[in-house]
């Protein structure tokens, strides 16, 4: 719930670490459900975490903070990584705004603060008159693609780097 999240804020170099372990976090809870989805936060950290930076650094990730407790994060990157171009393609990137790394830290699991986030960054994304938000996630995560399907139609799946789904908010549609 909104009431249950005090902060959301950019995150800076100094919280690396945060958003790190949040990640951390929520890949060791995926993991336990069966899942190979973000795998490389436990094999291979120290590998991901520059882009994890030069995301923080470009002004993309944010950190959600109680108390100064890190609850969650998320990226929102106006420019597509090349993880994105091999999913969705070179089309209309200008107008688009991509999801990445969203997490919640399991101590705060079942309280709204995803769906919470997905509200917020759909606020933040259409007022900046950005067209839709992208995203994606492994297919056999059936969980997390049953909790984004709650919200969202599944837009494709398709086997890139394995089988993933594809989502797209659509925002700012102009009237016909």
Known sequence: ??????????????????????????????????????????????????????????????????????????????????????????????DVVYLHRLAVHRDFAGKGIGESLLDWAEGVVRASGKKSIRFDCIASNEGLNRYYQQRYPLKEVINIHGRHCKYEILLNKSPE
């Not at 950290?45 to 108390?67: P, Q």
């Not at 171009?85 to 070179?90: A, F, K, L, Q």
């Open 1 to 94: 719930m909104l009431e249950e999240i005090r902060t959301i804020r950019l995150a800076k170099s100094e919280d690396l670490g945060k958003v790190l372990e949040l990640l951390v976090n929520a890949a060791g809870w995926l993991h336990t459900k069966g899942t190979k989805q973000w795998d490389y936060y436990l094999t291979n950290l120290e590998g991901n975490k520059e882009e994890v930076a030069a995301s923080i650094e470009n002004e993309s990730t944010y950190i959600v903070e109680k108390a100064g407790r890190a609850m969650a994060t998320l990226s929102l990157e106006s420019v597509p990584s090349e993880w994105d171009m091999d999913i969705w393609g070179e089309g209309a990137v200008d």
